[in-house]
């Protein structure tokens, strides 16, 4: 086992590492860089291997992913996906007004499915790279917002009281996926899964509503896996944050408005967190000298037990190759 493996391992069991490990989420950064129109390279297993290579080996960051986008989910139960501009997708909601059409959705076979077996192919291609030295990480979105992709965000929000047991219907069912395609994962090998739920933001759903909804379904589906979860919420998640330790995450990844140092205080002993290197202001927008200076802040209050540095949201597309370079350089300086 590498030393990176290895600490990504320890990582995840809140134990200390010699040297933190560096794991931004680059999907659309990673789709821009590899030069492919993203509408071909989400259909091209082959494609979406040799760029995720291609991209860790240029910046050296921490961990192979095995994925570009998370649509796969809904494009599965029947959404169409639009392609908006390089590196950015969205799904196209199906008309679901009632529980008989959600009872009447069928949950996808994850062996035949849209590009759900191709998913799989690129993770157990990525684990049997030979002399691979990181972890592999593959990702979905949480059941509430995979939800909110199939339905449309408006409808689901707009359901949430009217039509609530249609809603725990259409949870239950993406569940079910979610929790096989988990298991497929595992059994392909893979080190690790990150979960982004950004619709299950306190800035989205009410406290209330994520205790009573979205919270039991993402414990149990989080709960029935052996692969350790990173669990990425955007937004001021404080009013949830014990929720979010209580799901059997390892690691919560946080937005760039949450402060790390209060974070990892409050869920100490539960699980590590992850973050908060500012996607847009700094990353994106920032110099060399800014992403330096916002990379030790988080450094220092990360601490090097149950802690991966990672930016507050997924990277923008647009980022330059230096920038996300010297987020990782300076946490490699820092051992």
Known sequence: MSRKIDSFGKTMRMEEVEQILAIPMVSGWVARFSGIPLKTLVYDGEAIVQAQINAQKAIDYDALFAYIDALFIPEAFGCSINFLSPGAAEAEPINLQSEADVQALPIPDI???????????????????????????????????????????ENLIRALIKKRPMIEKLMEKVGVLLTRFGHALEERGIDGLIVADPVGSATMVSPRFYRELVFPHLRHFIEALKIPVILHVCGNSDPILDMMADTGARILSLDQCMDLAAAKQKVAGRCGIGGNVDPINVLLNGTIEDVKQETMKCLQQGGKAGYILMAGCGVPPLTSKENLKAMVETAKQQS
């Open 111 to 153: 062996n035949q499915k849209g590009r759900l077996p191709l998913m799989l192919d690129v993770a157990a291609k990525l684990v049997k790279l030979p002399e691979r030295e990181v972890p592999v990480l593959s990702l979905v979105e949480g059941l509430f917002t995979s939800c909110a992709r199939i339905m449309g965000t």
